[in-house]
């Protein structure tokens, strides 16, 4: 036998080794790695690529018992993503505590902003991370009093995150676009750009309903939203650029969460 061929027969030990470990002993084994790591094991073989894809194993709930607060697992905030996974995904979506005004802070959850009572000041906070491809669909739920100016959408590291005054600051440049949930105005580049949705006596917002937030980079477009009921595409056009779930707000004290879900679910 040649050492190539004995090379291949003992790489080939291995794979049959990896085949025969229980379930429930890998799923363990795979508990204590990073994502990095549990992306090159999905790829080792079939039969760990079948264990790392059922997103409700022990892998996905051990990883986010580390990383997840016992109040968000425990909560209502986190209802409409079901599985352990995407629980995680949501978790590596959300606020970032460090792209965020100085009037703002991210609470221990992990999932929910909160402004601070200054006076005289707008502040924003983008998401953790931006897309530049494919479709995508976030939640975006007020917790608290949307004051004069509450606006969702969305902005590209280029835009502002703190102004003086109370005022639209998402949607205040070509950097950002935003729906203000109190008067139902778009805003772009410092302008309204019409009444959204176009409904008849659309209602007004309500705090602790859920805004979904649709971004699809494919026709580039923003839409959104409520109680499942779709309102339209609210803007066209949008640059190719990476782009990111952001709010602006006013109100001193006024928690806003954010939950990503994934791609939208057509229909």
């Known amino acids: 036998m040649d050492m190539r061929t004995f090379n291949e027969l003992a790489l080939y030990d291995d ?132 004051g004069t100016v509450a606006v969702v959408g969305i902005s590209t590291k280029d835009a502002p995150l703190q102004c003086q005054g109370y005022v639209g600051l998402l949607g205040s440049d070509e950097q950002s676009w935003g729906w203000n949930l109190v008067d139902n105005h778009l805003l772009h580049n410092g302008d309204t750009q019409g009444h959204y949705p176009l409904l008849n006596n659309c209602p007004k917002y309500q705090v602790g309903e859920r805004i979904r937030v649709i971004l699809d980079c494919e026709d580039n477009t923003l839409s959104f939203e409520r109680n499942y009921e779709f309102l339209g595409v609210a803007f066209k056009g949008l640059p190719n650029k990476k782009l990111y779930p952001t709010v602006s707000a006013v109100y001193g004290n006024t928690e806003v969460s954010m939950v990503y879900l994934g791609p939208p679910v057509d229909g």
């Open 15 to 146: 794979y049959a080794i990896a085949e025969l470990v229980p379930d429930h002993i890998l799923e363990n084994i795979f508990s204590y790695l990073n994502l990095r790591d549990l992306l090159n094991c999905s790829l080792v073989c079939k039969s760990w690529y079948r264990i790392l894809s059922d997103e409700n194993n022990d892998v996905w709930r051990l990883h986010c018992i580390k990383r997840l607060a016992e109040e968000v697992l425990k909560s209502d905030l986190l209802s409409t993503i079901t599985t352990y996974k995407s629980k995680l995904r949501a978790f590596f979506h959300a606020w970032n505590p460090h792209d965020c005004s100085r009037n703002i802070y991210v609470k221990p959850n992990g999932f929910t902003l909160h402004r601070n009572p200054v006076a005289q000041s707008t502040d924003a906070c983008r998401g953790k991370i931006g897309f530049y491809h494919g479709r995508h669909a976030w939640e975006v739920i007020w917790e608290g009093p949307l």
